[in-house]
Structures are given as structure tokens and as C-alpha cells.
């Protein structure tokens, strides 16, 4: 009887015809390289480029949920190289996870959705002016197991191909009347609600889906989108052209999870809505995290896809009073304050497709590293018999490899920076955040199984996600929650074990508070071998953990001008140990740093992660007032 009514269950809880897929079955591959050639300055084109890229990224979380089943070719990267054909490619090879399954190639959306008809559930069609209504569609679909789908009724359009002809899909959602005509008026009441308007065409729709939607369970409130609306379709060409991030939607929609495009400004009405009132954008962006917050009970993070489009909303860029760095910040401090934190699909290197097939990646258990021991230290000449360090007039310096906080970011710059031939020369200290393998796990097998000697690990920006931590804090501003930092340290305790983390390579203050002793008490539980954050003494020994001020960026691509930098640098600091953060450089040019310091004949040399942090340690527990953080700068 019990299997005859798990069965039943079964059938009841997934959509007809998603029980039928298995590992042995086909996967379909769509292949849009073609649409990278399009002349988006065409709005035409453009307008063709979002509807089948949005239905597609829909169509793919859908059918992905459960199985790997439907995969696109279509991202690049600034190097000119098809991403997502790099990764097919790699465990496409003999032993590897794709080797040897079957494939069916299509060039037509429309053949796809025509081959998952039974699957889909049907369309969600949204309001061509009315921007926010593109996100809504998105949520909407996960939620309902439905595409979306932009209305326009024009002859070549998808919403023609789709609903009127072709398989004639049938509507289940609309957000704009059938006719065309808005059915979110900025006026009078919201429709299908009780709630008046807020006079803003593009919150109305948000309050809408938070009265139908969100406030009645019906979200994973344990994942959230941040991602540009088709507000998008303005100016498709202001950046690059994949910056629509449509293909970052498959993996929020096969989650279930709830999309915004929302300014973090309170002083401010949103660049791209100047009618509202100031702050509205912000009010609304708090209720949603503050129903996530509710329901995940306090006890679960909100894992945020995206980041500000700041050059197209919210900043200086588009009119707006703030700098990107800043809004960037502003936005995480905000979140911070609702157990939020954000996977950094930030504009250049922002759009990831996949995520939803690459999900069901298989990983290793673990993928541990060894930590340095004394004895080592002593038979490599940097500690002496006695337990002193073997200085020599040397200064020791560390490099945070990063940004790899964005799942988009290590899978668009794996093919030119992790797979340069000079990687393995120098020694390099990659910070990952442990995260990144929710939505590419097979980036992060990848990055430990072809890792040299010389290559280790630390977490990125803050743990396992960007947020910033002192908003965790009591008391915590914004939010009035309570703290945070023991489900943090639980958080990313599960990522750390896992992939033998112990050092968080750079904890990002921004304009929230610094580490306070309980800040400081919940990093040392996970990361007890080092963190380096921007609001502390520049030196500090908490529990056994050693802390270094972060010190300062290495901008310079020309790596004499940088080892100018670094030799300044060291000369100010009154302490033998540095850490220097750079951002996408490659490993040659790390090794050129190296060289250069040597030809200059410098005293200063680039040490492990490992060796690094504990030579500092020990450092600390033999210099008192360097542990209790009184030594000042030069």
C-alpha cells in the first residue's frame, strides 16, 4: 500500500511528463550562437533577442528542475570564446560526466518548446510597457510551470508563434490585459487585490505579486534574482549585449524563487521610474526580504542572484546621485540586514547560462587541503629551531586572487586566466566563495582537480556569499532583527568543511559596521587560520585566529608599475607581512610581480596561503602589541 501511495504522490507533486526524463535520456541542446551576430542597434532584432532568450531561460529552469535535460550554446566571454561549449566540451570527454550520452540539435526555440509541450504547464504573457512585469513573469513561471512570454502580437513575434499559431500555447497567467492594454495602471486599486496603488506603474506589479504570491507561500523564499528588467530593450547596446542576464534566470526559475530589479536608494526616486516617490523602490525591495526573512524562519539565507545594473539604473551612470561602488555596497548592506546574501553577477563578465543543467553536477564529498606544520616551516628555512621566524630582512606578501564571488565571473574567465600556461609558476591564494558551487559545481570540481601544488584556496568576499557581516551584528540597522552571526557560522560552516577552507581571503566592511567581538567569535568558528577585513586594527590575534587589515587593490595591468606599488607599500607598513587584492589577473602576471622583485633585489617575497598565515601567526602570539592590534602605520 505505501508504494502504491508514494507513487500517487509522486505523479501529484511533478508536472506531466517531467516523471518520464532519466540520466539516459537524450539532451537537447539549443543552439543560439547565431543571435551574438545580431545588430541590437535594430529594435526589431533586439526585441527578437529578449522574447526567445527569456522563454528559453524559463522553458530550461522548468525542465532542468529535476533532471539535466536541455542545455544552449550561446555566452561569450570578452575573449571571444562560447562558454557554455567550453564546459560541454570538458565533461563531454571520455570518464567525464556527459561522455557518451545522446544528444538531439535544434536551432528553434520553438521546436523545443513544441517537444516539452507536455511538461509546461503553459504561458505567463507580461506587459510590453510595463518593465517590472518581465521580472514578475519570471517568478511566476518557476512558481507555475509556465513560460514566459512578452505580448506582442506583431507577425514574426514569439508571443504570435507560440499562443496564436504554432502549438497555440495556452495562457494560465496574464499580466496585461488580452488586449493589449496594461493591466497595471498606476491608479486607483491594484487589480485583483485590495491594496491601493502606489502611483508607480513598475512597483504596482511588485505588490501585486507580493499579495498573490509571496505572502502566501507560494516562493522558495531561499532563493531571490536580482536582475535587469526589460527596461533592458531601452538600450540593449550600452554594455555588453548578454547583459540582458536572461540566461541567469534558469536556475532562480527551476528554484522557485522570487525576481526584482529594485534601487537600494532611499534619498532618491529609482532612475528608471523619477515619478515615485523617494524611496519606494527600497520599501518595496524590504518587504521582500522581510517576507523571505519571515519565512525561512531566520534560520535560512536568502541566496541573491545578481547584482545593481548600475550602469543603466540607480547611479551616476543613469542619472542618479550615487557612484556603482557605492550602490553596490548600499545594496549589500541592505540585504545583510534580512540574512541575505548576493552570488555577484556583476555587468562585463554577469551572464551565466546553465546554472539549472550544471546543478546536478555530481561532486566529491570533500575536496580537502593540507595545512602547513611547523616542521615544514623549519625545513624550508622560515622558522627557526627555537620557534622564531627565520626573517632575514625579508617581508612576506600574499596575493587575494579574485573576484571569484560570482558564479558568472569564474565560469566566464576559467578558459583565459585558470587555464594560462603560467599557473602553478607562483604561488597564488584563488579566493572562491564555496557558494559558486550551487550553480557551477562542475567550475569548482574542476578548479581542485586540475589545481598544481602552488594553488590554493581561501573564500572570497566574506565566506559562502557577499554580505557584509557587521550587519549581522546586533544591533543590526535597517532590519531590527536579531543577530545573525550564529546562523552564519552555520551557513558557512557546511560550504567550509566541504571544500577545506579555513582562511577568508577578504571580508568587504563597505559602509556597515566593522567585526565587533562577536563577529570576530563567529568568524574564528569557521575560519580559524586567517581573515583579512577592512574595518579592524591592521594587526589583531582573536582565539588563536590571526587578522591583517586588508591593505590595498593592485590595479595596474603593467605589473612593473604594481611592484612599484608593492615596494611602496611595504616601505609604509610597519609590520614584515602584506596582502595585496587584485581582480582578474592572470597568473603570468603575478609571476612577472615575482620576477621584477627579484631583478629589483628586493627583500620581499611572495609566500602560500598556508605558510603565510601561520608564519603570521606565530608572528602574533611573539609580538604582544601586534596581537592586540596597537601597532599603527607608518
Known amino acids: 500500500m505505501k508504494k502504491y501511495l508514494i507513487i500517487l504522490l ?81 565533461y563531454r570527454k571520455a570518464g567525464q560526466w556527459l561522455a557518451g550520452r545522446d544528444t538531439i540539435a535544434y536551432t528553434e526555440l520553438t521546436d523545443v518548446v513544441t517537444a516539452y509541450r507536455k511538461v509546461i504547464r503553459g504561458v505567463v504573457v507580461y506587459d510590453s510597457k510595463v518593465a517590472s512585469t518581465s521580472n514578475i513573469a519570471s517568478s511566476i513561471a518557476g512558481i507555475e510551470d509556465l513560460i514566459a512570454v512578452r505580448y506582442d502580437i506583431s507577425p514574426n513575434s514569439l508571443y504570435t508563434r507560440l499562443v496564436l499559431q504554432g502549438p497555440k500555447l495556452t495562457v494560465k497567467c496574464w ?34 505579486f507580493i499579495e498573490k504570491y509571496l505572502k502566501k507561500g507560494l516562493c522558495n523564499t531561499e532563493y531571490a534574482a536580482y536582475y535587469i528588467d526589460q527596461f533592458w530593450r531601452t538600450d540593449p547596446t550600452r554594455t555588453v549585449t548578454n547583459h540582458h542576464q536572461l540566461t541567469n534566470h534558469d536556475f532562480f526559475v527551476s528554484k522557485k524563487a522570487f525576481f526584482f530589479d529594485l534601487s537600494p536608494w532611499g534619498d532618491e526616486s529609482a532612475t528608471d521610474d523619477p515619478i515615485q516617490k523617494k524611496g519606494l523602490d527600497l520599501q518595496i525591495l524590504k518587504t521582500f526580504l522581510q517576507e523571505a526573512y519571515k519565512q525561512n524562519k531566520g534560520e535560512k539565507f536568502c541566496y541573491i542572484g545578481g547584482f545593481p545594473s548600475w550602469i543603466y539604473k540607480y547611479t551616476q551612470h543613469a542619472g542618479g546621485k550615487h557612484e556603482d561602488v557605492a550602490t553596490e555596497w548600499e545594496f549589500s548592506r541592505i540585504i545583510s540586514a534580512y540574512n541575505a546574501f548576493k552570488d555577484a553577477d556583476a555587468i562585463g563578465l554577469g551572464a551565466l547560462a546553465n546554472a539549472s543543467f550544471w ?34 630582512g625579508r ?128 568568524y574564528a568558528s569557521f575560519s580559524p587560520n586567517g581573515i583579512v577585513p577592512q574595518k579592524i586594527p ?97
Open 359 to 392: 546543478q546536478h553536477f555530481p561532486l566529491q564529498d570533500s575536496y580537502p587541503q593540507k595545512w602547513v606544520t611547523h616542521q615544514e616551516l623549519m625545513d624550508r628555512g622560515y622558522l627557526n629551531r627555537d620557534g622564531t621566524i627565520n626573517f632575514q
Open 395 to 522: 617581508n612576506f606578501i600574499l596575493f587575494y586572487v579574485g573576484d571569484y564571488d560570482s558564479s558568472s565571473w569564474i565560469a566566464q574567465t576559467t578558459p583565459f586566466l585558470w587555464d594560462e600556461p603560467s599557473r602553478g609558476t607562483v604561488p597564488l591564494m584563488w579566493s572562491v566563495s564555496p557558494v559558486l558551487a550551487e550553480r557551477v559545481p562542475m567550475v569548482m570540481h574542476n578548479y581542485r582537480v586540475t589545481a598544481t601544488p602552488n594553488d590554493y584556496f581561501a573564500a572570497a568576499d566574506n565566506g559562502a556569499g557577499y554580505l557584509m557581516p557587521g550587519m549581522l551584528q546586533e544591533p543590526r540597522p535597517i532590519s531590527g532583527l536579531k543577530s545573525g552571526l550564529d546562523v552564519w557560522a552555520k551557513h558557512c560552516s557546511k560550504y567550509y568543511r566541504k571544500w577545506g577552507l579555513t582562511i577568508t581571503g577578504f571580508v568587504i566592511d563597505g559602509e556597515a559596521p566593522g567585526l565587533d567581538q562577536d563577529g570576530l567569535d563567529c
Open 10 to 90: 509522486l505523479v501529484s507533486f511533478f508536472p506531466s511528463g517531467m516523471m518520464s526524463a532519466t540520466a539516459s535520456d537524450p539532451i537537447r541542446i539549443l543552439d543560439l550562437r547565431a543571435l551574438n551576430d545580431w545588430n541590437l542597434k535594430e529594435k526589431e532584432r533586439a526585441e527578437q533577442l529578449w522574447d526567445i532568450m527569456h522563454t528559453t531561460a524559463t522553458l530550461q529552469g522548468i525542465v532542468n528542475r529535476i533532471t539535466p535535460q536541455l542545455y544552449i550554446r550561446y555566452v561569450k566571454n570578452g575573449q571571444g570564446e562560447n562558454v557554455d561549449d567550453y564546459w560541454w566540451n570538458r
Open 175 to 208: 499580466l496585461v490585459n488580452k488586449d493589449g492594454s496594461s493591466l497595471f495602471k498606476g491608479r486607483g486599486k491594484i487589480d485583483g487585490t485590495d491594496k491601493l496603488s502606489t502611483g508607480s506603474l513598475k512597483i504596482d506589479p511588485y505588490v501585486w
Open 538 to 634: 591592521l594587526t589583531l590575534l582573536h582565539k588563536d585566529m590571526p587578522v591583517i587589515r586588508a591593505d590595498y587593490d593592485i590595479v595596474d595591468h603593467d605589473y612593473h608599475k604594481a611592484t612599484d606599488v608593492i615596494e611602496e607599500r611595504v616601505g609604509k607598513r610597519p609590520i614584515p607581512f602584506h596582502w595585496f587584492r587584485a581582480i582578474l589577473k592572470s597568473p603570468s602576471w603575478y609571476k612577472g610581480i615575482c620576477d621584477e622583485l627579484k631583478q629589483r633585489q628586493t627583500n620581499i617575497e611572495l609566500l602560500d596561503a598556508p605558510t603565510f598565515f601561520e608564519l603570521y601567526r606565530i608572528y602574533l602570539k611573539q609580538n604582544p602589541d601586534a596581537a592586540k592590534g596597537v601597532i599603527t602605520m607608518n
